[in-house]
């Protein structure tokens, strides 16, 4: 099957802006597509690249610049089954991503944190994406107009994606690959000090 991941190559992580300069923002985008790209490869399969620009990878790219849902359908309308996995998806596993492939449903949905959807499988010709806001709900939604049997995969590491700074405790905590140590080089640490939840703070900066 093939395995499609899309990569906002030229300004990603906007909403991590209170923490990294748009430089950082590019290099941390880049070191969790490889985190995903390498979980991709030890679980078996060959992923493709979807990138907005032309990256230096030594994967199979797609280059289009379209916004995200036009530049997934184009590929969806080929037809044939795919896989689409976000590139933000640093404590992905091979394990993880085995799950997502073992259900045998037409669309098989691993939701993100926040009502996302950080990867799916599809083997329904006439499946469509529509991301941003709710779209594990509106996805579960459009599989069933289409007609098409739906499965969720229940992991927390295919749902952390990395969208927000709240979202860096769970690399921290969990993160097994590049972006952890990258994390890690870049004085990026745990903040315990607060009562309520763990958030992070960077050594160079003030607490964020
Ligand atoms: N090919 C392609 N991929 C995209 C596009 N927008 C986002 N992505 C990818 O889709 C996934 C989820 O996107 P977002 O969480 O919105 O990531 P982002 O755009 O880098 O972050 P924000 O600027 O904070 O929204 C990530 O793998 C992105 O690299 C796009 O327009 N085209
Ligand atoms: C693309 C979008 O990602 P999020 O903004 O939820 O990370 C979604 O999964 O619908």
Same mark, same amino acid.
Not at 4 to 27: C, H, I, S
Not at 102 to 117: C, E, F, Q, Y
Not at 169 to 198: A, C, Q, Y
């Given at each position: 099957?093939?395995?499609?991941v899309?990569?906002?190559a +030229?300004q !990603? ?6 923490v990294?300069? !748009? ?7 880049r070191?969790?597509l490889d985190?995903?790209?390498r ?7 060959t ?9 230096d990878?030594n994967?199979?790219?797609?280059v289009?610049? =379209?916004?995200l849902n ?6 969806l ?7 689409v996995?976000?590139a933000?998806? !640093?404590?992905?596993?091979p394990d ?6 073992a259900?045998?449903a037409?669309v098989?949905l691993a939701?993100? =944190?926040?009502g996302?959807t950080?990867a799916?499988?599809t083997?329904?010709?006439s499946f469509?994406?529509d ?7 509106d996805?579960?939604?459009?599989a069933r ?17 990395v969208?927000e700074?709240t979202d860096?405790? +769970?690399?921290l905590l969990?993160?097994?690959?590049e972006? =952890?140590?990258?994390l890690?080089e870049?004085?990026v640490?745990?903040?315990t000090?607060?009562?309520? =939840?763990?958030g ?7 607490a964020?």
């Amino acid at each position: 099957m093939r395995v499609v991941v899309p990569f906002a190559a +030229e300004q !990603p992580k906007t909403r991590l802006a209170d923490v990294f300069t !748009p430089a950082e923002r590019r290099e941390l985008a880049r070191v969790m597509l490889d985190d995903v790209l390498r979980a991709l490869r030890e679980a078996g399969h060959t992923p493709e690249v979807l990138t907005t620009a032309t990256i230096d990878v030594n994967v199979p790219t797609i280059v289009d610049d =379209r916004p995200l849902n036009a530049a997934v359908n184009a590929v969806l309308a080929d037809g044939s089954p795919v896989a689409v996995v976000m590139a933000d998806l !640093p404590l992905a596993t091979p394990d993880a991503f085995a799950r997502l492939f073992a259900s045998d449903a037409d669309v098989v949905l691993a939701p993100g =944190r926040g009502g996302g959807t950080n990867a799916f499988v599809t083997r329904h010709s006439s499946f469509r994406v529509d991301y941003h806001g709710a779209s594990y709900r509106d996805h579960r939604e459009r599989a069933r107009e289409v007609g098409a049997s739906v499965a969720t995969i229940d992991s927390h590491r295919l749902a952390t994606d990395v969208d927000e700074s709240t979202d860096l405790v +769970e690399v921290l905590l969990h993160g097994t690959g590049e972006t =952890r140590r990258w994390l890690e080089e870049r004085g990026v640490r745990l903040d315990t000090s607060g009562d309520g =939840r763990v958030g992070i703070r960077r050594d160079d900066t003030t607490a964020v």
